[in-house]
């Protein structure tokens, strides 16, 4: 095992040199949805790096460390060829940026679906060698044995239901789930799965507005949406996403800032320096003496 980070166990931060404050925990994220109801929602963003987990740590309660990286870092197709070994590298980075949020990281497509033993093998690594609190795997029904099977043996599972995109090949695209009979009746049961499993969350993506009210009243776990309701226990967007740092973005998206737009313009502004020879100025330059 080639992991590097040093535990602290009162704060499980890699490098806890800021104040201490004690980082969430699963039962606490847990509590926040008491006899049913959660009082104040659950905030959730991605994160793939330790300075955007250090940015975002103070404002979330839960970081994710999304298989979605595919697409935002490493513009892949989909999220289908992420490795356990990419997941291990970004989730380490993102423990190590932050003090206070949960993090939980994605496991990506076929580190977890063979069987409850390769899921455990999977997971043992990703909490191990991150650091990480929590894993994140997609599936209802046919991951409830291995939802259990993890929970059983120590590591908490966040379930992710409705449009799981690592099965998009199987979906036929992105588009939101739901609207017929079947696709309704499936993901509520999904739903129900995960929770009598002992996922300890559930993310519902991508599915039409009562599909995602009736889990959130139904369901006694916190259900996290993207895509779904603002009657969810919680929210979870990708950063980029909501930064203005991504081209393409699903409907269900929101800008909230146009780093897009920042960064083009200091780039621009650096090159127009560049090539007059305004930068670099007398500030940045090393004289003898
Ligand atoms: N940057 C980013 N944001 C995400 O939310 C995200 C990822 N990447 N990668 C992994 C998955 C893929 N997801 C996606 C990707 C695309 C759409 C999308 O384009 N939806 C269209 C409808 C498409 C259709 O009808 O087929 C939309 O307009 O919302 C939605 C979710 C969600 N996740
Ligand atoms: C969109 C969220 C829920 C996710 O799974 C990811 O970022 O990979
Ligand atoms: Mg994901």
Not at 136 to 153: C, D, N, P, S, V
Not at 163 to 171: C, D, F, G, M
Request: hydrophobic share 45%; net charge negative.
């Amino acid at each position: 095992m080639s992991t590097t980070f040093q535990l602290d166990t009162a704060t499980s931060r890699a490098n806890p040199t800021p104040a201490p404050m004690k980082r969430l925990t699963v039962p606490a994220i847990q509590r926040r949805k008491a006899g049913g109801i959660t009082a104040e929602p659950l905030v959730m963003l991605t994160a793939y790096t330790a300075r955007q987990a250090q940015l975002l740590d103070e404002h979330c309660d839960i970081l994710l460390v999304g298989d979605s990286l595919a697409q935002v870092i490493y513009g892949l197709p989909s999220t289908l060829p992420v490795t356990l070994d990419m997941m291990i590298a970004h989730g380490a980075a993102v423990v190590r940026g932050s003090y206070h949020s949960l993090v939980v990281v994605d496991m990506p497509f076929g580190s977890y679906e063979e069987s409850p033993q390769q899921a455990f093998a999977s997971a043992a690594r990703i909490m191990a060698e991150t650091g990480c609190a929590a894993v994140k795997l997609e599936g209802g029904t046919a991951m409830a044995e291995t939802i259990a099977f993890l929970t059983r043996r120590g590591i908490p599972v966040m379930a992710h239901i409705g449009l799981t995109p690592q099965a998009v090949n199987a979906l036929g695209g992105y588009g939101a789930r739901g609207r017929s009979q079947e696709e309704h009746a499936k993901i509520i049961s999904d739903g129900k799965a995960v929770a009598e499993a002992g996922a300890f969350s559930v993310v519902v993506e991508g599915v039409i507005e009562p599909i995602a009210i009736a889990l959130t009243q139904s369901l006694e776990i916190p259900v996290i949406g993207i895509g779904a309701s603002a009657q969810c226990d919680g929210q979870v967007l990708v950063a980029e996403d909501m930064l203005g740092m991504f081209d393409r973005v699903p409907r269900f998206v929101k800008r909230y800032a146009d780093m897009a737009a920042l960064v083009s313009e200091a780039a621009a502004t650096y090159a127009q320096e560049v090539r007059s020879r305004a930068f670099p100025g007398a500030e940045q330059t090393y004289q003898p003496k």
